[in-house]
């Protein structure tokens, strides 16, 4: 097929990849502008983008999507058979929506309708899922509403993190997407419109999410959130009054009873309370501004008394 994709992160690389692997025509790559990052601000080029330009395919990074007289020209000029959308960020107009006649096809990192939005794999994992998957669809004009193509299932580990699923659904993403081109082409794959009573919510990710809340969650609640949230917004409380990095955790069968919050050092380990007599183990934590350090070498470092608390 003659097509154009759409895509900004690491995750949307390996579809790009594999569609130009298998043959078909990718006439053009829309990616998000170049943007700072990091400490130095330094310009960043979209993963996408790097690929798409060792691959010398076209690229076009337009600021506005929707409203951009010079974008839609280029892709009615263009005239795809379909528009591959793989974590573009970006929202699609209807008039994209419309130009290709086999419509704007997505691979998105859930089992839809489960867990619609900007962050399904981060969501899935944080709330405890055993399973999840990618889901190649056609968009429609609502949030990941459109009818299903095909689902591929993938299992969550206890210790799976969201980065590990992350690199996992990209790759499986990208062939999913591939069975879904050869289906579409030879009227195999019958779209199947969702069941929108069932659908949950996976909202972008904000820093208030890493807050942990010891108080309301078990100490398994808050490893999956840990586990969801690494690398940001990660897992953070605050001690003497400063913000409390936790790098590494996980629940412990520590059988003494504390009050969420409340630290005990009186074994090798750094332990602390949480909902339902549960507790944490905390075994790679930092101070703001200083080293990370494991949870024993902290209560050292920083003379944790007994019966001292976060917050």
């Not at 994709?5 to 170049?34: I, N, Y």
């Not at 790097?50 to 010398?56: D, F, I, N, P, S």
């Not at 669809?137 to 095909?150: I, N």
């Not at 690398?231 to 520590?254: C, D, Q, T, V, Y």
Request: neutral net charge.
């Amino acid at each position: 097929m003659k097509l154009v994709f759409c895509g900004t992160p690491e995750f949307a690389v390996p579809s790009l990849r594999a569609l130009v692997d298998a043959g078909h025509q990718v006439s053009l790559v829309l990616t998000q502008p170049d943007r700072p990052a990091g400490r130095k601000q330094e310009i960043q080029l979209p993963p996408v983008k790097k690929l798409a330009v060792r691959l010398a395919i076209p690229v076009m990074q337009p600021e506005r999507v929707k409203n951009n007289p010079e974008l839609r020209a280029t892709l009615e000029h263009v005239a795809p058979d379909a528009i591959i959308v793989v974590a573009y960020g970006r929202i699609i107009p209807q008039w994209m929506l419309d130009l290709p006649r086999y419509g704007n096809i997505n691979v998105h990192g859930s089992l839809l309708p489960k867990y619609r939005g900007a962050a399904p794999i981060q969501w899935a994992v944080a709330n405890g899922e055993t399973e999840t998957g990618v889901t190649t669809m056609l968009l429609d004009a609502g949030l990941d509403t459109g009818d299903t193509l095909l689902f591929h299932r993938v299992p969550i580990g206890p210790e799976t993190t969201a980065v590990d699923l992350y690199t996992k659904l990209a790759e499986d993403g990208a062939k999913l997407l591939i069975e879904t081109l050869y289906g579409i082409e030879h009227q195999t794959i019958q779209a199947q419109a969702q069941d929108h009573a069932a659908a949950t919510l996976a909202p972008i990710l904000t820093r208030e999410d890493g807050r942990i809340d010891l108080f309301r969650r078990t100490a398994q609640e808050t490893y999956n959130r840990w586990r969801g949230f690494t690398p940001w917004p990660g897992a953070h409380g605050m001690f003497r009054g400063k913000r409390f990095l936790i790098h590494r955790m996980r629940p412990s069968e520590f059988t003494q009873s504390l009050a969420p919050y409340q630290i005990d050092i009186s074994t090798d380990k750094f332990l602390v309370g949480a909902a339902q007599n549960t507790v944490l183990a905390l075994e790679e934590v930092q101070v703001d501004g200083k080293p990370r350090l494991s949870g024993q070498q902290f209560a050292r470092d920083f003379q944790v008394r007994p019966g001292e608390s976060l917050a």
